[in-house]
């Protein structure tokens, strides 16, 4: 079965301080991994995937296969960076299935 | 393109009421998912469709039903609505081969 645990509800960082938003998963197999995110008031979209290696918005994620996670970071963060983040991940089968993590608001103070 | 739309976009039912709600995308995806969003809860997979004529169980499937009943629209149906059924619901897709799901604006219901 796969799981995807993100630890904090809430992370609250004042501008300026860099973020990491916790995400550790278990699979048995490869994982692709992905980080939603959810303005308020707007529809969930991608934030950015592993495969690609991309840093979007300054977000960066690396994943580490040894300790399973996949922790998103920014050095500095913005105001506008406070929204619901979301880690995901998809069954690299035939299913396509994805799971995601209860998800960690984030509060960037000015 | 609409991408992925959901109706209605709010909802109120008595205990025990049946409603549908309908989801459709015009953007030729192969996979279809339906979640639902709770407070503390994140985002729960209620069952997914990974191409036309084909449903699976996600993790809390009880107390619902799905139809795919072609490429474009998955429906989710609740039978006899409970309180705990309260909550946001959210449509996606996702195209073969393709790493994004995309998702629909939500549907916010409330079982009284």
């Known amino acids: 079965a796969q799981r995807v645990t993100q630890p904090e509800k809430l992370l609250s960082v004042f501008k300026g301080a860099p973020v990491e938003l916790k995400c550790n998963y278990s699979?048995?197999?490869?994982?692709?991994l992905f980080w939603y995110v959810q303005y308020s008031r707007q529809r969930l979209q991608l934030l950015l995937r592993?495969?690609s290696r991309e840093s979007i918005k300054g977000f960066t994620a690396d994943l580490n296969k040894g300790e399973t996670s996949f922790h998103l970071k920014k050095p500095f963060a913005q105001e506008e960076d406070s929204a619901m983040y979301y880690c995901?991940?998809?069954?690299?089968?035939?299913?396509?299935?994805?799971?995601f993590g209860t998800g960690t608001k984030l509060q960037v103070i000015p | 393109n609409a991408g992925v739309t959901q109706t209605p976009k709010f909802q109120v039912l008595k205990t025990g009421q049946s409603m549908t709600l309908q989801c459709a995308q015009d953007?030729?995806?192969?996979?279809m998912y339906w979640y639902r969003q709770d407070p503390g809860m994140g985002l729960r997979l209620i069952y997914y469709?990974?191409?036309?004529?084909?449903?699976d169980k996600g993790e809390v499937p009880n107390g619902y039903n799905v139809s795919r009943l072609n490429k474009r629209e998955f429906s989710l149906r609740l039978e006899s609505a409970a309180p705990s059924q309260t909550s946001v619901y959210f449509c996606?897709?996702?195209?073969?081969?393709?790493?994004?799901?995309?998702f629909g604006p939500g549907t916010r219901l409330t079982v009284l």
């Open positions: 953007m030729n995806h192969n996979s």
């Open positions: 699979y048995s197999g490869s994982p692709e």
């Open positions: 996606a897709s996702r195209g073969l081969n393709l790493d994004t799901q995309y």
């Open positions: 592993h495969i």
């Open positions: 995901a991940l998809r069954d690299s089968g035939g299913y396509q299935k994805v799971t």
């Open positions: 469709s990974a191409s036309e004529g084909t449903t």
